[in-house]
């Protein structure tokens, strides 16, 4: 029955979607500037609303984030949260069943260089069965599917067993933010799914991630004259030799069945003014991944300060000039039980709605954390995005994903909500 309303309401469905993407929604500076999401949510709140949802908004706190700094480890202070918040929309269900919440993100990342890009990145655009546009993989299809599987079923004429929340979230690419807010302030259910790109897949489990900023100063002056300065950027080299030797270390004592080893990325490097001059100072960024459970965020934080103080210590410029550490983005690790009753359900309601039902882990980070350690509540993530297909131009979604995603959504309500 569900897939013949489906088949009757696609276009309807489609545009919800598509109209999604044509909202620009770009998050700025990784949220530290800011974002756009406001747009978006107003559309989604005139649509929810009409629905017969009971609308509540969240805005984004700076306490609040000091708050998940103190209680979690986790939080981005000091970003931009003008006209930024969440977005929670609550659908009533019969008696005392269990209620269901999925989560989204709003934001995306910025469009990047347009040249690369083959369609314009604000429109949904149809190419063999795929739908091309900034935000269709990470995550509009997700947030839409989410919100047109309740429409399903009320387009079904069949009663929600037990309350649906629909949680839109902003700053999410900024590190998490916005879901930290929604958390934090109560606004959780009984069972969560995270509607990020798993390429319908269910995803169990997910490596934890920290930033660091490392600063190291040196003595500038004409190249000419090179050994009475001190390069600053050979003494960055350096101190990196370090964090390859950690990761090394870390590759041979922890290992987890699905999960990929931990690892350390040197992604940015910034020093110098010319080839002809000393550089006087030098940045350079990372980023590492952990093993949930397995290792534990102070002390994977302690362990990089302590291999990079060490390895500075060995030199005397640095050992007199100490690198400065900072952290400046960070998210724990996820990972649930295949065993537990909601996994079970989902991979049910998945086998119903698509056909199929895979189980998985993704190496990159999301919002799934915040509903286990905060809410304490079980979840996955599913959602009909592809996996690697955001944060790069010409971003895409194969249509039948979002139609499959709608169905397995929908029969996981009727399934878990009783």
Same mark, same amino acid.
């Given at each position: 029955?569900?897939?013949?309303?489906?088949?009757?309401?696609?276009? #309807?469905?489609?545009?919800?979607? +598509?109209?999604?993407?044509?909202?620009?929604?770009? +998050?700025?500076?990784? @949220?530290?500037?800011?974002?756009?999401?406001?747009?978006?949510?107003?559309?989604?709140?005139?649509?929810?609303?009409?629905?017969?949802?009971?609308?509540?908004?969240?805005? =984004?706190?700076?306490?609040? =984030?000091? %708050?998940?700094? &103190?209680?979690?480890?986790?939080?981005?202070?000091?970003?931009? /949260?003008?006209?930024?918040?969440?977005?929670?929309?609550?659908?009533?269900?019969?008696?005392?069943?269990?209620?269901?919440?999925?989560?989204?993100?709003?934001?995306?990342?910025?469009?990047?260089?347009?040249?690369?890009?083959?369609?314009?990145?604000?429109?949904?655009?149809?190419?063999?069965?795929?739908?091309?546009?900034? @935000?269709?993989?990470?995550?509009?299809?997700?947030?839409?599917?989410?919100?047109?599987?309740?429409?399903?079923?009320?387009?079904?004429?069949? !009663?929600?067993?037990?309350?649906?929340?629909?949680?839109?979230?902003?700053?999410? #690419?900024? @590190?998490?933010?916005?879901?930290?807010?929604?958390?934090?302030? @109560?606004? /959780?259910?009984?069972?969560?799914?995270?509607?990020?790109? +798993?390429?319908?897949?269910?995803? +169990?489990?997910?490596?934890?991630?920290?930033?660091?900023?490392?600063?190291?100063?040196?003595?500038?002056?004409?190249?000419?004259?090179?050994?009475?300065?001190?390069?600053?950027? %050979?003494?960055?080299?350096?101190?990196?030799?370090?964090?390859? #030797?950690?990761? !090394?270390?870390?590759?041979?004592?922890?290992?987890?069945?699905?999960?990929?080893?931990?690892?350390? /990325?040197?992604?940015?490097?910034?020093?110098?003014?010319?080839?002809?001059?000393?550089?006087?100072?030098?940045?350079?960024?990372?980023?590492?991944?952990?093993?949930?459970?397995?290792?534990?965020?102070?002390?994977?934080?302690?362990?990089?300060?302590?291999?990079?103080?060490?390895?500075?210590?060995?030199?005397?410029?640095? &050992? #007199?000039?100490?690198?400065?550490?900072? =952290?400046?983005?960070?998210?724990?690790?996820?990972?649930?039980?295949?065993?537990?009753?909601?996994? !079970?359900?989902?991979?049910?309601?998945?086998?119903?709605?698509?056909?199929?039902?895979?189980?998985?882990?993704?190496?990159?980070?999301?919002?799934?954390?915040?509903? !286990?350690? =905060?809410?304490?509540?079980?979840?996955?993530?599913?959602?009909?995005?592809?996996?690697?297909?955001?944060?790069?131009?010409?971003?895409?979604?194969?249509?039948?994903?979002?139609?499959?995603?709608?169905?397995?959504?929908?029969?996981?309500?009727?399934?878990?909500?009783?």
């Amino acid at each position: 029955m569900l897939r013949k309303v489906l088949e009757e309401h696609k276009e #309807e469905y489609l545009k919800i979607f +598509t109209d999604l993407v044509s909202i620009d929604t770009q +998050t700025i500076g990784h @949220g530290i500037g800011g974002g756009k999401e406001i747009a978006g949510q107003t559309y989604l709140e005139e649509l929810l609303r009409g629905m017969g949802a009971d609308i509540q908004k969240d805005p =984004i706190l700076e306490e609040t =984030i000091q %708050e998940g700094l &103190r209680r979690f480890h986790e939080g981005n202070p000091g970003h931009n /949260n003008k006209d930024r918040y969440n977005l929670i929309a609550t659908f009533p269900g019969l008696g005392q069943a269990r209620s269901l919440l999925f989560n989204g993100h709003m934001d995306t990342m910025p469009a990047g260089d347009l040249e690369q890009w083959d369609t314009p990145p604000l429109k949904a655009t149809e190419r063999d069965g795929k739908y091309y546009g900034l @935000g269709t993989s990470d995550m509009k299809a997700g947030l839409a599917a989410a919100v047109c599987s309740v429409k399903l079923l009320q387009d079904a004429g069949i !009663q929600l067993p037990g309350s649906v929340r629909i949680v839109s979230v902003v700053d999410e #690419e900024g @590190g998490g933010n916005g879901s930290l807010s929604a958390t934090l302030h @109560g606004y /959780n259910a009984d069972a969560a799914v995270i509607c990020e790109p +798993t390429d319908c897949n269910i995803t +169990t489990a997910n490596m934890g991630f920290v930033f660091f900023s490392v600063k190291v100063t040196g003595v500038s002056l004409h190249s000419g004259m090179k050994w009475l300065g001190v390069n600053a950027i %050979e003494k960055a080299i350096f101190l990196m030799g370090a964090l390859d #030797e950690l990761e !090394q270390r870390w590759g041979e004592k922890y290992h987890h069945p699905e999960l990929p080893s931990p690892s350390i /990325n040197v992604g940015v490097i910034q020093g110098g003014t010319a080839g002809s001059a000393v550089p006087g100072s030098c940045e350079f960024k990372l980023c590492l991944h952990y093993i949930p459970g397995l290792m534990e965020h102070e002390a994977v934080c302690q362990e990089v300060v302590r291999a990079i103080m060490e390895r500075a210590g060995q030199d005397k410029w640095l &050992r #007199e000039n100490p690198p400065e550490l900072v =952290i400046y983005q960070q998210g724990g690790g996820f990972e649930i039980d295949r065993r537990s009753p909601f996994v !079970q359900c989902v991979r049910r309601a998945a086998e119903k709605g698509m056909g199929w039902a895979n189980l998985n882990v993704a190496a990159t980070g999301n919002d799934a954390r915040y509903y !286990q350690h =905060i809410a304490g509540i079980p979840t996955v993530i599913f959602g009909p995005g592809h996996a690697g297909k955001g944060h790069r131009p010409n971003e895409y979604i194969e249509i039948k994903n979002f139609y499959q995603c709608i169905l397995a959504y929908a029969n996981l309500i009727l399934d878990w909500c009783q």
